[in-house]
Every structure is written in C-alpha cells, then in structure tokens.
C-alpha cells in the first residue's frame, strides 16, 4: 500500500468501515510511514475535538405553546369536552410534527457545518503534510497547458487549471491529493512569499459556499464555480485568499 491509498483509506480506517484486509494493509503501511501515521492521528484528535465541542441545541421550550396558540380550535358540533380534547390531540401531534421538523433541520446544519469543519482541516493537513514532505510539486510547469493535461490525465475529471500571474499568483506546478476520501486535483501557487494550495474537485447539488475560516494557523478559502469546488490554504491574509479563489471560481479564463 503506497501513501496515496493509504490517505484515501484512513478516514474509512478510522470510522471502522474497512474489511479485515484491508485494515491489515493499512496498519502495516502506518507502522512504517510516519506521514500517515501522523494523518491518522490528527483525524483521532479531530473526532475528540468535534465530540467535545460541537454545540447541541435542544428546541426551545416555548415552541410547543407558540405553535398551540397559532392552531385554530378544532370543535365539532355539540361535542362539548370532547372538542375541546381534539383540539388539544390535534395540537400536540402538530407541535410533535414541528418539533421533530426542527430537529432535523437543525440536526442537518449541524452535521454540514461539521462536515465543512472537517474539510477545512482535511486541506490543510495535506497542505502541511506536502510542504513538510517536500512532494509539493509532482508536474512542475508555469504552463496551464501542460499542467491541465497532466491533471486530466490522472484523475475522472478535468480540472480548469488557470493563470493567475497578472494578479500576483504565480502557478508553480501541480500535484494528486485527497479529500473526504476522494482524489482532487491541487493546483500550486505563490504570492510574494506564501505557498498557495487550492484543492479543485467537482461541485455537487449538496455544494455550499461556506465563509473563510482559519485551521492551526492557515487561512482557507472557499468557492463554488465553473461546475468545480475550490479550496485555498495559504498563510497569505485571508483577504487576499478569498478575492484569490473567487477569481479562479468565477473567471472563465482557463
């Protein structure tokens, strides 16, 4: 098992989702690979932090009393006590309705900001791990023409691949990486003296433009366009990185 199968197998490893074999190979690799073994313990440390501090929001205790004043009052004729009880049934099963409504929407936005969460650090733990390793660049050309190629080459999509030099942005190369378990193509840039990383894989119906954010001390960017997701990790300011990314999303120039 090589470094790319392993990165691609951890998360699985670690949700237990992988057969017998497979967690075999896996173990055997990470007792010999102190990268992915490293990779392996920052998704256990993540698991603890997000157990430990994603937010739980119980709905609020005034929901049921404010959905019960708003329904009308449901009395048949000459029922008497018995309106007044079919009001109150129809009442709690609505309220239960709404509620259960509520926690899945909230339930839902948890579980994407999470996900979002664990994105952002995904990428720039392959950041770190690139730069550290020194295996930043596999195709190393200034050339959008020879890097689109390569890309497409190795992956089921073809990522646009774009010049951004005019605007300080200088294309370095390119390299494979993973992110929530699947290859993407990583674009490498410098801007004065940071390293760039964007990270480009196809967009889906679930894709979501989510706010900047920083992860142990690099700034990442996102953005959604030309039918891809973009990932930017950078110590450059987080200003500059998200103008940077919403120029590759949105500039058709490729």
């Excluded at 990470?30 to 440390?45: F, I, K, N, T």
């Excluded at 890097?147 to 942005?169: H, I, R, T």
């Amino acid at each position: 098992m090589n470094c790319h199968e392993a990165t691609a197998l951890t998360a699985a490893y670690h949700d237990g989702e992988l057969g017998p074999a497979q967690s075999l190979a896996l173990e055997q690799h990470l007792v010999g690979c102190a990268d992915c073994a490293a990779r392996r313990a920052e998704l256990d440390a993540l698991h603890s932090r997000l157990r430990k501090e994603t937010p739980y929001h119980a709905a609020p205790g005034a929901l049921r009393e404010r959905i019960i004043a708003m329904l009308p009052v449901v009395a048949p004729s000459g029922a008497g006590s018995g309106g007044q009880r079919w009001r109150w049934l129809s009442a709690g099963a609505f309220a239960g309705a709404a509620a259960t409504v509520f926690a899945w929407v909230l339930g839902t936005a948890l579980l994407e900001s999470r996900d979002v969460d664990a994105l952002a650090a995904e990428a720039v733990s392959d950041h770190v791990r690139a730069t550290l390793g020194k295996r930043q660049i596999e195709v190393a050309s200034s050339d959008q023409h020879t890097v689109k190629p390569w890309l497409s080459s190795q992956l089921d999509f073809s990522p646009p691949v774009k010049d951004q030099a005019a605007d300080g942005f200088t294309l370095l190369g390119a390299r494979l990486d993973y992110l929530d378990r699947h290859p993407v193509a990583t674009l490498v840039y410098r801007y004065r003296q940071h390293g760039v990383d964007v990270f480009v894989r196809p967009a889906t119906r679930a894709s979501r433009p989510t706010p900047p954010t920083t992860v142990r001390g690099f700034n990442v960017s996102h953005a959604i366009g030309t039918g891809m997701e973009w990932w930017a990790v950078s110590d450059a300011s987080p200003d500059v990185l998200a103008a940077f990314v919403e120029r590759l999303a949105h500039d058709d120039a490729r």
